[in-house]
C-alpha cells in the first residue's frame, strides 16, 4: 500500500462546478501538507501549502486537512476550464534535523478537465 | 527571472550512454532535490542536498551520481543508461527549517528517452 493514495480520475466537471479533490495517508508523521496543479509538460506549482489540522482559503481555491482521519482536501469553487490540469497532494514529516528532511511524498495526480 | 531552471530540457540517447542534467536556483534555498515522475504522473523523490551536503539518497541505482558544487546547484549524472531511465526528471528546492520545508519549488522538467 502506498503511503499516500489519491484518485488518478480522470475527473470532468463543467465550467463553474466545485471541484473536490482528496488524499488519503498512512504515515502520521506527515505535518506538511500540500497541493500541486502541474499542466503538461510543465513542472509543478505550489497551490497550497498547510500545517497540521484545519482550513486554507486562496481565492477560488480551499485546503482541509483533517489529521485524525489522514484525509486532505482542496475545494476549487466556480471552477474554470483553465482549471483543467493534473492536481497532485503532497506531504511531509520533513523538518531541518530529521531523516527525511524537506521530502515530499506525493499522490499520482488527479486529472481535471473542466469544459466550457 | 526563472527560479529553478534545469537544462535540458529534452534528452534523446541511446541505452549505455552516460548523460547529465544540471540544475540551478536563484531562490537563495539551502535545499535542494532530484524527482523523478514516471510515465503515470508519480512523483517520487530520489536525492536531496542540503548546502552542498546529500541527506537524502532514496533507494536509486548508483548509476545514478548527484553532486552539488554549491548550494545553488544540483547536477545528475547517470551511467549506461537504460530503458527503464526513460522519465521526466525534476529538480526543485526549498527553505527547510524546524518548522518545515518552505517554498518548495520545482523546475520545469527534463524529459529523458532513452532508445
Known amino acids: 500500500q502506498k503511503e499516500v493514495e489519491q484518485d488518478p480520475g480522470p475527473l470532468s466537471v463543467p465550467e463553474g462546478a466545485i471541484v473536490s479533490l482528496n488524499c488519503t495517508y498512512s504515515?502520521?508523521?506527515?505535518?506538511?501538507f500540500m497541493w500541486y496543479r502541474q499542466y503538461s509538460r510543465k513542472g509543478p506549482e505550489l497551490l497550497m501549502y498547510?500545517?497540521?489540522?484545519g482550513n486554507k482559503e486562496d481565492g477560488r481555491f480551499t485546503a482541509q486537512v483533517d489529521k485524525s482521519s489522514k484525509y486532505i482536501s482542496l475545494f476549487i469553487r466556480d471552477s474554470q476550464p483553465s482549471d483543467s490540469a493534473t492536481y497532485l497532494c503532497?506531504?511531509?514529516?520533513?523538518?531541518?534535523?530529521?531523516?527525511?528532511?524537506?521530502?515530499?511524498?506525493f499522490g499520482q495526480g488527479t486529472i481535471l478537465t473542466v469544459h466550457p | 527571472d526563472t527560479a529553478v531552471s534545469q537544462t535540458p530540457k529534452y534528452l534523446v540517447t541511446q541505452m549505455g550512454n552516460d548523460k547529465s542534467i544540471k540544475c540551478e536556483q536563484n531562490?537563495?534555498?539551502?535545499?535542494m532535490y532530484w524527482y523523478k515522475q514516471d510515465s503515470k504522473k508519480f512523483l517520487k523523490i530520489m536525492f536531496s542536498?542540503?548546502?552542498?551536503?546529500?541527506?537524502i539518497n532514496e533507494t536509486v541505482p548508483n548509476r545514478f551520481s548527484p553532486k552539488s558544487p554549491d548550494k545553488a546547484h544540483l547536477n545528475l549524472h547517470i551511467n549506461s543508461l537504460e530503458l527503464g531511465d526513460s522519465a521526466v526528471y525534476f529538480c526543485?528546492?526549498?527553505?527547510?527549517?524546524?518548522?518545515?520545508?518552505?517554498?518548495?519549488?520545482f523546475g520545469s522538467g527534463t524529459r529523458l528517452t532513452v532508445v
Open positions: 526543485a528546492s526549498s527553505q527547510v527549517s524546524q518548522a518545515g520545508p518552505y517554498g518548495y519549488t
Open positions: 504515515n502520521s508523521a506527515f505535518q506538511y
Open positions: 498547510t500545517y497540521s489540522s
Open positions: 503532497a506531504m511531509s514529516a520533513g523538518r531541518a534535523g530529521g531523516t527525511s528532511y524537506g521530502k515530499l511524498t
Open positions: 531562490l537563495g534555498h539551502d535545499t
Open positions: 542536498y542540503n548546502n552542498k551536503e546529500l541527506i
